[in-house]
């Protein structure tokens, strides 16, 4: 009897320590993963706190070139007028020294009605870093008599400084009623874009006329 007592006490106080070892392992499972779980709403409001500051960085940063943007854009508004009644002002000035002076537009046909020069087309070749200005023109004489063509074509840039040249003399004269064209390149001397040109006929001397027809 005495032993079966103590076989049962000792069967129930292995029980109980099955289940305080049981409940500690789950205890400390529990500290474990509640720990965890700190960590990461630790580590979740700090990452928010600074995603805030930067996307309110790049919000201040964003509005600050927004408003200089529309402060440049309304001193060019204010400065567009003047600078284009300066390039009419330059322009008048320039016509007044050079009274055949026209405006230099690439791949459009220039009407020029000066002496036999008809009409002229300038183009721009792309070479690298270097642009070639090539042209061609259209001779047409009206007149009754011959003549020997001979002129220069210049070109000027925006302030009417003279960049570029072409020096031309033909070989064969133009009869009377003749149409011809002629092409060419320009020596550009300074780098600088031509925006006008003028045609001198004053070039060697007048282009002459004879008597031959």
Not at 76 to 104: D, F, K, T, V, Y
Not at 126 to 150: F, H, S
């Amino acid at each position: 009897m005495t032993t079966e007592r103590v076989t049962a006490s000792g069967t129930q106080s292995g029980r109980r320590s099955r289940r305080q070892r049981s409940t500690a392992r789950n205890s400390t499972l529990v500290a474990v993963l509640a720990g965890l779980l700190g960590l990461s709403i630790f580590l979740l409001v700090v990452g928010a706190i600074t995603l805030g500051g930067r996307v309110t960085t790049l919000t201040n940063t964003n509005r600050a070139l927004t408003e200089e943007l529309f402060r440049h854009e309304q001193e060019i508004r204010q400065l567009r007028p003047r600078l284009e009644a300066s390039e009419r002002e330059l322009q008048m000035l320039m016509e007044g020294r050079l009274p055949n002076l026209h405006s230099l537009i690439p791949d459009q046909v220039i009407q020029v009605q000066e002496q036999y020069i008809k009409n002229i087309v300038f183009t721009v070749v792309n070479q690298g870093e270097d642009n070639i200005y090539e042209y061609k023109l259209v001779m047409d004489n009206t007149a009754q008599l011959r003549i020997q063509p001979r002129f220069r074509v210049m070109v000027f840039d925006r302030m009417g400084v003279q960049v570029g040249v072409d020096d031309v003399e033909l070989a064969d004269a133009l009869g009377a009623g003749e149409s011809r064209s002629h092409a060419s390149t320009l020596d550009v001397f300074m780098n600088s874009q031509p925006r006008y040109f003028a045609i001198d006929f004053n070039f060697n001397g007048r282009a002459r006329a004879n008597g031959d027809q």
